[in-house]
């Protein structure tokens, strides 16, 4: 058994297995229940794809869920996994990561189950860092319970909770995780099985929590909310690629083969569209400490019907975890342990005892 | 001067201040000396749920009452013998708790027009004369405990404010002069409390032998009074309250399973102490998470079962209620888990820290769909200590939620405890799985191995419990009904039906674990039967000594596990002619043993967020016989004593 070490640090401590591993093996022996076309069925695709070439052993790997449609993902993979109740996952895998540094543990969550009622927890669990990769499938509506709109439904959407549109205002995930401070933030498509999977690697890769929203079709209740970032015809405008190290260009290629478009300052703080070939098209750093171009980059999102989003990996920092300092302070106060028995016997005698003969 | 000295076989005063007054450290101090003297004791603090209430008011009031005595007691004691109260307040929020003749010594620096007008005093009652007046009609001593703190503590050159503020510590000195407490413990608390702070420590221990001293010279007492050392069994003994005899039963429940704690909670009155206590003992490799939400908290409790842990999560009512739907999966998904409710006044937030037992119903049935779950409590501080290691067993035994019902009482109580040998604590068997536990034959005839996660041992109906880091044991639990054995989802009716019935089999069969009951019957001929749980055993025991002593026949018994109810209970039921069950709500055990052993049960009920008074329940049980027997009651059973040896 061997430790895995750094360029993967959000995976130290997990056991490792030689032998290389197969998707079959990591595939659970239930029959797969979402509705045709669901874009489910790609995440978990890609998901039991890139699980074996982690080289984890399978035993050390725990999927939690909440309720959902997305949240029955756990079934499917042959790790061990709970599903759990409504909103609740990032607590209970909180638990299971502060317990267990020997675990990798990954979160499935929905836009309803994550960011409504279970949106304490989301931030918490960013805020404190725990070491856990999350991934957000994001359809903008609520399938499970039929057709409801969500906290990331456009404003005006018509659905059976809303026959004359919704006057809510919607959820922008990635803004919200950069503003709960959260050390790994990116955006994905279920449909582009490549980026899914480098992102979700990356993802698992990082030490501490890390947030992915992945754009997930539901072609019951919501068809068709992605596709400007799915298209052929729509994705080279709808799709602002963030690369680390790379000029964030997008649109129709130009004459130096990058996009026509580009993404820089603009004057009043946030960030603009300008022209590809401008001297001013940021360059990504997706590791910069300071998260505020995160930010302004999550703010070109379309929070109405989308037409354009970034996609990629917004930010990837390092800071301290709490499930390891928690970790940390128990093997510091366990340093040079008497037994357990005369500890305990110590302690529940005190300093002030008296003895009756 | 030569003072007279009498005996006494038992006192109880009350120390009263304001919130800021230093009430609390001034009781547990007097209780420290107490016990190290080696009187039995029993203490009642009594605080306001504001930190600071308005400084001088009614509402702003704080107390301790301690309880010692030369024999064993069982309650911290209906009415004080002594009040001190160190302003108006203090003086008008207590005195109705006061027999006429009794002591009160009062700290007359604060009775000044502006508090008196902000107790609600028209005049200054220590200065009224004549009939009804406080020094006509108790032994009232008037005494300036602050300007003679002042005075005693000048030579270090202390504000006025930090100076008067040591005058708790004069009125210890005091009282511990009148009755013969040992001064050491308290001089070392306060050499070390006080260890960076050199004149503050100078001051109050200046105070506090400046009110011994004074009471050993002043003309104003006469009488010093001695109270023997209490003949208790052989043993190691210390004070303890209940939230640190339950954290230490915690910590022991996860020495003797082996098994690391993971504590999962938010704060909240009066459980907090428990994550206060755990945080410190890291050693003992435990894990205290202080969650964004008490949902939170039990979430990761939880998942850190899952994963390997004793989860544990601490909380009162409010938190209860909040934590409803993962108790719910936690006895759907069967995993160990202990539930640590302090009840406290409800409903809602009701009040925070006063006690109340309101919560058992709750405990039960406050979860959807049949949702059985084990529930304990503890009877005084110190037995805290067994109940939540009882509590563990049960847990990790049974692979369940189990509720642990503690109360405000008990939680800030305290009593002597003999401590246990530890090697005489029970183990526990994790018992994880570590192998397949099936042959699953397929149709074309081959067989394979596979782990079950609900095929269930065949004595305690628990399932195996396999955690991650296990190869080839790879399973998924969750909130949906699981098929028998295999634990796959099913909605099969039939599997559902039998999957409810399991569960609460399972619970059920913890009953066969369960020892005897203990039926205090001296005589063997009583009639009526007190029934009771949780912190009303002292009163209801000391209740039960002043009926007997008043010649009557009563029988006792306490009940530790509310669900399941020990398999004898039903069969003591039927002895007695009538039951009456005390509790500090509207009925709730009683619901509960009506419904189950159809016995027409007498309910005790108070809820006034205060413990119960013997002599009043003393009265009621007297009633109860006298109803029962067809006896007239001869005797006075509300006698000042309240136990014989």
Redesign the interface.
């Known amino acids: 058994m061997t430790t895995v070490e750094l360029p993967f640090p959000g995976l130290a401590g997990v056991p490792t297995k030689d032998e290389p591993q197969n998707r079959k093996e990591y595939t659970a022996d239930q029959e797969v229940r979402w509705c045709p076309g669901c874009g489910d069925y790609a995440i978990l695709a890609a998901v039991q794809g890139f699980l074996p070439d982690l080289g984890l052993r399978r035993e050390n790997i725990v999927f939690v869920s909440g309720i959902g449609c997305s949240s029955r993902f756990p079934y499917y993979l042959d790790t061990y996994g709970m599903h759990s109740i409504h909103g609740r996952a990032p607590a209970i895998a909180t638990g299971i990561a502060t317990a267990r540094e020997d675990i990798n543990v990954w979160v499935v969550t929905g836009d309803g189950d994550a960011l409504s009622i279970g949106g304490n927890h989301l931030i918490h669990a960013m805020r404190r860092n725990v070491n856990m990769t999350i991934l957000l499938f994001n359809n903008r509506i609520y399938g499970l319970t039929k057709g409801q709109y969500s906290p990331t439904s456009e404003p005006g959407k018509i659905t059976k909770s809303t026959p004359v549109g919704s006057v809510d205002h919607p959820f922008n995930p990635v803004s919200l995780a950069l503003g709960a401070e959260a050390s790994f933030v990116a955006r994905t498509i279920d449909s582009d099985r490549k980026h899914l999977t480098a992102v979700l690697s990356a993802a698992a890769a990082h030490r501490g929590t890390s947030l992915v929203e992945i754009y997930q079709n539901c072609p019951i209740f919501n068809d068709g909310a992605f596709d400007a970032v799915k298209e052929n015809d729509t994705k080279a405008d709808a799709i602002i690629p963030l690369e680390h190290g790379q000029p964030i260009r997008f649109g129709a290629l130009g004459e130096d083969g990058l996009g026509t478009k580009g993404i820089a300052r603009s004057s009043s703080g946030g960030v603009e569209v300008v022209a590809g070939n401008s001297p001013d098209v940021l360059v990504h750093d997706a590791h910069n400490p300071d998260p505020t171009t995160a930010f302004a980059l999550s703010r070109l999102t379309d929070a109405g019907v989308l037409h354009q989003a970034p996609i990629g990996i917004f930010r990837s920092v390092s800071r301290p975890t709490y499930d390891d300092g928690a970790r940390q302070q128990i093997a510091t106060a366990q340093a040079g342990q008497e037994d357990a028995n005369a500890a305990l016997a110590t302690l529940i005698n005190g300093k002030d005892t008296w003895t009756v003969l | 001067m030569a003072k007279e000295v009498q005996q006494l076989d038992r006192v109880i005063i009350r120390f009263a201040g304001d919130s800021g007054d230093g009430m609390q450290l001034t009781g547990d101090r007097f209780t420290?000396e107490s016990?190290?003297f080696?009187n039995d004791l029993a203490t009642f603090p009594n605080f306001p749920a504001e930190i600071r209430a308005p400084q001088g008011t009614l509402p702003g009031v704080s107390s301790f009452q301690v309880h010692f005595a030369d024999h064993d007691i069982l309650t911290a004691g209906d009415a004080p013998d002594v009040l001190v109260a160190m302003n108006p307040a203090a003086l008008k929020a207590n005195l109705s708790d006061m027999k006429p003749g009794t002591a009160i010594i009062v700290d007359s620096h604060d009775f000044t027009s502006r508090n008196l007008i902000k107790a609600g005093y028209e005049g200054n009652p220590l200065e009224e004369e004549g009939a009804g007046s406080l020094a006509e009609d108790y032994n009232l001593s008037v005494l300036d405990l602050t300007g003679m703190t002042v005075e005693a503590v000048k030579e270090f050159g202390l504000s006025r404010k930090d100076a008067a503020r040591a005058k708790n510590m004069f009125a210890l000195g005091l009282l511990s002069w009148m009755y013969g407490r040992p001064t050491e413990?308290t001089i070392d608390f306060l050499t070390a409390r006080f260890a960076k702070a050199p004149d503050i420590r100078d001051a109050n221990i200046t105070a506090f032998k400046s009110g011994w001293n004074f009471g050993e010279t002043t003309e104003a007492f006469v009488v010093q009074y001695e109270i023997k050392p209490a003949a208790?069994?052989?043993?190691?003994?210390?004070?303890i309250s209940g939230n640190l005899a339950l954290s230490?039963g915690l910590?022991?429940g996860g020495?003797q399973s082996g098994l690391?704690i993971?504590l999962?909670t938010y704060p909240i009155t009066p459980a907090s102490d428990i994550l206060h206590e755990l945080s410190k003992?890291?050693?003992?490799?435990?894990?205290t998470?202080q969650?964004?939400?008490e949902?939170?908290?039990i979430?990761?409790?939880?998942?850190?079962?899952?994963?390997?842990?004793l989860?544990i999560t601490t909380t009162s009512g409010p938190g209860i209620a909040l934590k409803s739907?993962?108790i719910?999966?936690a006895v759907m998904?069967e995993l160990p888990l202990l539930i640590v409710d302090v009840q406290r006044g409800g409903p809602s937030t009701g009040l925070p820290t006063k006690t109340e037992q309101a919560d058992l119903l709750q405990a039960m049935f406050g979860r959807n769909g049949e949702s059985p779950v084990p529930v304990i409590a503890p009877q005084s501080p110190g037995d805290c200590?067994d109940a939540a290691l009882e509590a563990a067993r049960i847990a990790v035994t049974y692979r369940t939620p189990v509720m642990l019902l503690s109360d405000g009482y008990l939680a800030n109580g305290s009593e002597p405890w003999s401590?246990?040998?530890?090697?005489d604590l029970p183990k526990i068997d994790p018992n994880f799985a570590t192998e397949t536990n099936k042959t699953v034959t397929s149709k074309d005839g081959e067989t394979s191995e596979e782990y079950w996660p609900y095929l269930r041992d065949e004595e305690t109906l628990a399932r195996p419990w396999a955690i991650?880091?296990?190869?080839?044991?790879?399973?998924?639990?969750?909130?949906?009904e699981k098929g028998d054995g295999h634990g796959?989802?099913s909605y099969d009716p039939a599997n559902h039906d039998f999957m409810v019935r399991t569960r609460q089999a399972k619970v059920d069969r913890i009953a066969e674990s369960l020892p005897p009951l203990v039926v205090d019957d001296p005589s063997g001929k009583a009639k009526v039967l007190v029934l009771g749980w949780g912190s009303t055993y002292g009163p209801i025991g000391a209740a039960a000594r002043r009926v007997r002593k008043a010649g009557h026949d009563v029988a006792q018994v306490h009940l530790r596990h509310l669900n399941p109810f020990p398999k004898d209970l039903g069969e003591i039921l039927k002895g007695y002619d009538a039951v009456m069950i005390p509790e500090m709500n509207l009925g709730q055990l009683s619901l509960l043993i009506r419904a189950k052993y159809l016995v027409d049960v007498v309910g005790y009920n108070q809820v006034n967020g205060m413990p119960l008074k013997a002599a009043e329940l003393a009265e009621a049980i007297t009633d109860l016989i006298a109803h029962t027997t067809g006896d007239v009651p001869t005797t006075d059973s509300t006698g000042e004593m309240e136990a014989v040896k």
């Open positions: 420290q016990a190290a080696g413990t208790m069994k052989p043993g190691t003994y210390r004070n230490y910590i022991a020495v690391p993971f999962g003992h890291k050693k003992f490799g435990i894990t998470f969650a964004e939400d949902i939170a908290g979430g990761a409790a939880l998942g850190a079962s899952f994963a390997g842990s989860g739907e993962t719910g999966l998904t200590f401590i246990p040998d530890v090697a991650p880091g296990t190869p080839g044991l790879e399973h998924r639990i969750g909130g949906l796959n989802i």
